[in-house]
């Protein structure tokens, strides 16, 4: 009997040993890509479209290419409810599965897994959103945030503003009101609006919501009506948005005064006001609709073959696009990587290299499947992560987003000093911060 259990515990072993051996072999055969993302809480409404475009993107990759450079993609996603703590858990629970990149999908998440990229050799790709200060690569070659930072969006609007109101010059006097979820993410424009205030004379009247509030925010309307700025602002996510614009138009405010951030502006966030909320604007810097060749495919490879988990009337809705224009930027930048380093399987290190050379001009978003999609993504260097491309302006027609204007550009000129001090700042805070080692390779 003693013999029969020694024989089944080394056959037991060696099965184990086995499934450990072909585990790692699988690892060994396709390209890991880790998605953040938070499908539950109060912040779902925002998360689930971006989701479901990051998730059937590189989905219909693997389907219609069989990958990218001939090896399949490994897509796992992992629930972070918009919670910090687990989203710094399943940076934890990935790590040694050799990813390829991390999209926390949340500043709050992005400022507590800086300090990691570097020891952990993983790149960051806080798309649009994040620490704006990371742009400096210098400082953070690990961390990207293109194609334009928190405060190129505050820049823009301004900017937009400035054009409404007849030149940046007649802005002396007027109100700003800024309505603002109270969280890093919300709180990150500030120190840029408040030098735009000084410098082009208008005032700023702050409203912050926190958490607890995002689904009320009575009071904060209040005070608006009380103090009637000539233009709101809105930097909100999740339950926040639609209900700050049913909220201004129920309180009369004028909606084509009333401006989100690009993650102010989905189909959700407007609809929230209903046909009061006709005018509303916000950013945005992606396709609108599914009349794109890609997102055809996308249809076809994934959505109706049910290997999509999206609502079949909510198909390249806003923010699920917004979520296909961050894996674009994620695939690009690991076909980088193949060609830098001539290698198929290509880790986080190796897409480091691709993303600091990312390069897709008009003629490439064509060749992708997305003709007039975005606008070029050209700026990316070892000096700058973001590349502070512009964004346009859309506006609800108490149906649909309209695109409303050209490409807006940032202010540079504004932005730039700003984010140089901000970087420096953060690195004199934070001890032993590593100066950068890596090298720059040319952009392809």
Known sequence: MKVRQVIMGVACAGLVATAIYASKAQAADDIYVPLFTYRTGPYANSGIPIANGMHDYLTMLNERDGGIGGVKLNVEECETGYDTKKGVECWESVKSKNPTVVNPFSTGITLQLIPKASVDKIPILSMAYGLSAAAVGKDFPWVFNPPATYWDGLSMIIKYIGEKEGGLAKLKGKTIGYIFLDAGYGREPIPLLEQLAKDYGFNVKLYPVAGKEMQDQSSQWLSVRRDRPNWMVMWGWGAMNPTAVKRASENG???????GVWWSGSDDDARGGGKAAKGYLALNFSGLGSNYPAIQDIKKYVVDKGKSQVEKDKFADTFYNRGVYNTVLVAEAIRNAQKL?????????????????????????????????AGPLTGISCADHSGHQGAYMQQWDGDKWVKVSNLIEPMKDKVEPLLQDAAKEYVDKATGWPKRTEACDKAM
């Open 253 to 259: 405010y004028p909606m084509d005064h009333f401006i």
């Open 341 to 373: 380093t001539g290698k198929k399987v290509v880790v986080g290190e190796d897409v480091r290299r691709g993303l600091e050379t990312l390069h897709i001009t008009e003629a490439r978003w064509k060749e992708l499947g997305f003709p007039g999609f």
